[in-house]
């Protein structure tokens, strides 16, 4: 969540940057200011008091040794009677505390300068493109049906076992899977991230501090019994590493990489546009998470971004990469990339990664910290990307891979599948 100190110094400024976002900031951002505004002048007063009690207790000390035993009662009841309004400050501090924090959970982080004016993904910018257009035989089909033809993915075997949504994988269309997975580790091996093998579950307070809870419950599965949610994206678990740790400056950067599956709800997904591996209820994702100084998180930013075209670059596969616009950015985020590849069969883009800097936002509610050269504790920037979700990759290298003698495998995959073509 934004930080009380940003908000106090610039109030008019995040009221118009949140609107970029299209989000009405001025009664919450300037509540937020006077409600602080209270509860630091509450602040002075309980301080002040409690210099004042000091000031008794010795007086009463004094008193009793000077044998003035009534004049030592008098102060007393004054002592009993200003601890009395010291509670009432103080629940009056809390109670204003506990509005600031339930306000500015309901407030989104506040856009990069960078990000675009617009309302919904029409308006996202390309920022760049590449990869070369597959052209497909006469009678191309869209993976659903090549899933079928080839006995890769049995959807409706996944509705049996749980519903729609949770395909089962067969054969060399399970091959395919494990192989992304860890060609997507080792490429993130090579560029020095720690690989990571966390829950598929987390407490409440992980979905607070990256920000999933309150914005996305809809969206997530919850255990109810045990109040655990199963994770929508290892970014979760990952990141809450970090929750509540102040970090030595020089074991910045941290780097990690998670495999996991992934759990969403997808309330409302329905059409064309979420047939066969479009859009799913639990799919497969490598992640790459950093914690950075401030000062170094637009560089890395930068980074996790050239990654991630090298994936692609190296799976063959015609993408590009879109700068959000404000309306089409996620409720914590600062900035965000979309990189989308080509699906030939289809005609249309697949979101298969989002790469976000989030600034102090989610580093604010985990308290992730580290100690900077004045040797005092700092806010870390948090920042987290795709590397790469699965499904869409998959739909787009068997549409796009079609030839009459069966479907191509990249060069860059074949050393983890162990064939190069699936006939």
């Not at 395909?167 to 269309?173: A, D, F, I, L, R």
């Not at 996305?216 to 994206?233: A, R, S, W």
């Not at 401030?294 to 993408?319: F, I, N, R, T």
Request: hydrophobic share 35%.
């Amino acid at each position: 969540m934004l930080t009380l100190q940003f908000i106090n110094e610039n109030p008019e400024h995040v009221i118009e940057r949140l609107a970029v976002k299209h989000f009405d900031g001025r009664e919450p951002i300037m509540r937020v200011v006077e409600l602080d505004k209270q509860r630091r002048a509450a602040q002075k007063q309980r301080d002040d008091n409690a210099a004042v009690l000091n000031k008794m207790a010795a007086q009463i000390g004094a008193l009793m040794k000077q044998g003035q035993r009534d004049e030592a009662e008098k102060v007393k009841a004054e002592v009993a009677a200003l601890k009395t309004t010291n509670k009432e400050i103080e629940d009056r501090m809390t109670a204003a505390q506990n509005e600031i924090t339930e306000i500015l959970l309901s407030v989104p982080n506040v856009p990069y300068a960078g990000v675009p004016e617009g309302r919904t993904a029409e308006d996202n910018v390309v920022e760049r493109t590449g990869g070369e257009m597959p052209q497909l035989p006469e009678g191309a089909l869209p993976h659903w049906d090549l899933a079928k033809k080839y006995n890769l993915i049995d959807f409706d075997l996944g509705v049996k076992i749980t519903g729609a949504g949770f395909p089962v994988y067969v054969g060399k269309g399970a091959r395919l899977q494990s192989a992304l997975i860890q060609f997507f580790l080792a490429e993130a091996g090579k560029a020095g991230y720690t690989e990571i093998q966390p829950p598929y579950v987390v407490n409440e307070d992980s979905g607070y501090g990256t920000g999933q809870l309150p914005d996305k419950e809809g969206q997530m599965y919850h255990c109810q019994v045990d109040n655990f949610y199963l994770i929508p994206t290892a970014e979760v678990p990952v990141t809450n590493i970090y929750r509540d740790v102040i970090i030595p400056q020089d074991q910045l950067p941290k780097k990690n990489c998670a495999y996991s599956a992934c759990f969403r709800r997808e309330a409302g997904s329905y059409g064309k546009d979420v047939r066969g591996l479009n859009r799913l209820h639990q799919f497969d994702k490598v992640e790459i998470v950093r914690i950075e100084r401030p000062e170094d998180s637009y560089a890395a930013l930068e980074e996790m971004k050239d990654h991630v075209q090298g994936l692609l670059e190296k799976l063959e596969l015609p993408w590009h990469i879109l700068r959000l616009c404000g309306g089409d950015m996620s409720f914590t985020s600062a900035i965000t990339f979309d990189f989308e590849v080509w699906s030939a069969a289809q005609e249309r883009w697949l979101e298969v990664s989002s790469v976000s800097n989030f600034e102090t936002y989610q580093a604010n509610r985990l308290k992730c910290r580290y100690r900077g050269d004045d040797k005092k504790p700092h806010l870390c920037h948090t920042l987290n990307g795709s590397a790469l979700a699965l499904p869409r990759i998959v739909a787009a290298l068997l549409e796009n891979n079609q030839t009459p003698e069966g479907i191509r495998i990249p060069k860059a995959l074949q050393p983890y599948t162990g064939f190069d073509i699936i006939d």
